[in-house]
């Protein structure tokens, strides 16, 4: 404490050395404990909220109590040729003996005392739990003065100072409201907090919604009402469109909102939104949403990673919880059962509003998908926990779905044919390619139905989906595949001695990419098409590093060669003449790249430009 100081308060101000745990306490607070200084101004309002509360449940049952009509209210005045932050609110107010109490012992706080005895729609409403929080307002000031006048009528107003040594003093005050003033004498590197602009800013970001109304001068800084503790039907489309905007820069509406308000068996209010796009917001270009944590409306967490699973990390929004164990700088959240509850709370209630947009709206679930669906497919792929949770959500693109329609597994289930015990598949790099693949020509002629898999999360997904309700999911490029019905391959036109040359000439053309050739059974249109040189859920994965550029290197596949298709009839032709025919070189090259384009594996297609030109050429000699 300073000389002038002691002065300033006069003969009846009374020295007393800190508790020893607070000498400690302010040691910390000074070096380590708030990773953010502005944090001062949210505990420090924090208690004055709670020392409202206070009075506001005093008042209703005591009639003698101080000021029955001044308003509640908190307000913020600065000085900033003085470096000073007076912070002042019509509260509770303490005696001498209370500053003494509360001020000079460590946890020591009035509310903890208060809370054993509220109700728990009470409870929600106080902020302060830890009694440190008046001290974070040593990590910007250099000296903390704080007057009080108590609520009983009796009592007499007094004065707590400190500079944040080893003593505070306490002595008698001139006051005649009641409440509590806390003024703060800013260090010389935090004179910036003395700015009106940056004390509203600090309010914003960490005290919006704090229930009474906070002043910065005359003006009011706080929104009070927090959208979230509201119950849903009290909230319009309207509110929550621009709450979302506000939450996020994001000027298109969300997709969707879920809004949880519930006192048991946990407390816990939440709005959680779905983006419109993944890439959202004219100041912030993000595709992963961002959780506030709060706890009784005052911002605990900016971005909070764990309240939702990494396959929702798409969801914008905000959560508060009064059961949530805080750490003492109420800076993060302590890993605890309540933690996961409130996790799988979210996570279920999430889950069911996506399954009923699915049902109630197909068209704004066809958007959600087109974004988000990546994100759910990574879940099926690395969280079996969930696995069965999400699968009613996967939508797909398929033979019997027409242009860009998508169909749901139940879907695919309900339209199985008599016979059929899998469901089939087919990848490729585009839709279009999907379409047009030659592992279809066999279940077009037996009115089979196949999932077309595009997107290149889906050979990740497929790690985690081998199978829905007891039907195992099959790759059409399976060497070894069986489907129900007849046989509906080409009739073959090339014998077996003239195919058996083929073969043997086009191993010694392609060499070590293929792991071999054979005749189809399946084809009917194309000449060709590469099937996997086993079965396996490997080579998915393999097709997925290769799509991110980890793996340039085309996997080996077999070729299968339609029997009865003519282009394949003029090559055993040409081969079996013994010729050493340029032309048959450049077909099979060309014959092996448009199988793999059809794939989505070719590497370079810029590549088979030279080739096709030599074709062009030779055709158009052939011609003469």
């Known amino acids: 404490m300073t000389a002038d100081a002691a002065q300033a308060q006069g003969t009846d101000a009374t020295p007393v050395p800190f508790r020893a745990e607070v000498k400690q306490l302010l040691a910390i607070l000074a070096h380590s ?29 005591n009639r003698e109590a101080r000021d029955q009509a001044a308003e509640l209210a908190i307000r913020i005045t600065t000085d900033e040729d003085a470096k000073t932050i007076t912070i002042a609110d019509s509260g509770i107010g303490m005696t001498a003996d209370e500053l003494a109490e509360h001020l000079g012992t460590i946890a020591k706080s009035g509310v903890k005392a208060l809370m054993e005895g509220l109700e728990a729609g009470q409870k929600s409403q106080m902020i302060g739990q830890f009694g440190v929080g ?62 009106p602009w940056r004390i509203k800013q600090t309010i914003k970001r960490h005290s919006d919604f704090v229930a009474f109304p906070i002043y910065v001068g005359d003006e009011q800084a706080n929104q009070q009402t927090a959208l979230w503790r509201q119950q849903p ?59 506030k944590l709060y706890s009784r409306k005052v ?78 497919k990574e879940g099926i792929a690395i969280d079996p926990m969930v696995r069965g949770d999400l699968l009613p959500l996967l939508r797909f693109h398929s033979t019997k779905a027409e242009g860009e329609a998508l169909i749901s597994l139940a879907n695919y289930a309900e339209r199985m044919a008599e016979g059929q015990d899998a469901i089939y598949y087919v990848l490729a790099g585009d839709l279009e390619s999907a379409r047009q693949s030659p592992h279809l020509e066999a279940l077009g002629a037996r009115d089979l139905e196949a999932l077309l898999l595009t997107d290149i999360f889906d050979s990740v997904m497929l790690e985690g989906l081998r199978e829905y309700e007891g039907k195992p999911l099959k790759n059409l490029d399976d060497p070894d595949l069986t489907l129900p019905g007849d046989d509906a ?26 792991s071999g050739v054979r005749g189809s059974t399946t084809l009917q249109a194309s000449p060709a098409r590469l ?74 297609p810029a590549a088979m430009v030279g080739r096709l030109q030599a074709l062009m050429a030779a055709a158009a000699r052939e011609g003469k």
């Open 233 to 291: 039907h009290q909230v319009t489309a309207e509110q929550y469109n621009g709450f979302y905007e506000g939450l996020t820069f994001d000027h298109n509406e969300p997709l969707l909102h879920m809004h949880v308000s519930t006192d048991a068996p946990i407390d816990l209010h939440a709005v959680l939104f779905v983006p419109a796009t993944r890439e959202r917001g004219l100041l912030e270009r993000r595709i992963e949403g961002k959780i």
């Open 134 to 195: 008046f001290y974070s307002a040593f990590v910007v000031a250099e000296e903390v003065i704080v007057t009080s006048l108590s609520y009983r009528p009796d009592a007499e107003a007094a004065e707590w100072r400190s500079s944040g040594d080893e003593t505070f003093t306490i002595g008698p005050a001139e006051r005649t409201e009641r409440g509590t003033t806390i003024t703060l004498r800013l260090r010389e590197d935090a004179a910036e907090f003395a700015a």
């Open 489 to 514: 391959g080409a009739a073959s036109r090339v014998d077996d001695a003239a195919f058996a040359a083929l073969t043997a000439r086009v191993e010694a053309i392609l060499g070590d990419r293929i």
């Open 531 to 604: 099937v996997s040189a086993a079965a396996g859920p490997g080579r998915e994965m393999a097709r997925f590093q290769r799509m991110l550029g980890r793996d340039h290197s085309v996997p080996t596949k077999t070729l299968e060669l339609n029997r009865g298709h003519q282009l394949v009839v003029d090559l055993a032709r040409r081969a079996g003449d013994g010729a050493d025919d340029a032309l048959v070189g450049l077909l099979v090259e060309q014959l092996y790249d448009n199988a793999l384009l059809l794939e989505g594996l070719h590497p370079n």
């Open 299 to 376: 911002l605990i967490q900016e971005e909070t990673k764990d309240l939702l699973p990494p396959h929702f990390r798409f969801v914008e929004g905000v959560v508060d919880s009064e059961d949530l164990p805080l750490n003492v700088a109420r800076e993060t959240v302590q890993g605890t059962q309540i933690h996961q509850r409130i996790r799988r709370t979210l996570t279920g209630r999430l889950t069911k509003a996506l399954g009923e947009l699915a049902k109630d709206d197909a068209e704004k679930y066809a958007i959600f998908w087109r974004e988000f669906g990546p994100f759910l």
């Open 33 to 61: 404990l708030y990773s953010d200084r502005e944090i001062f101004l949210r505990e420090l309002l924090s208690n004055a909220s709670d020392a409202l509360h206070r009075v506001q449940f005093e008042l209703l049952t």
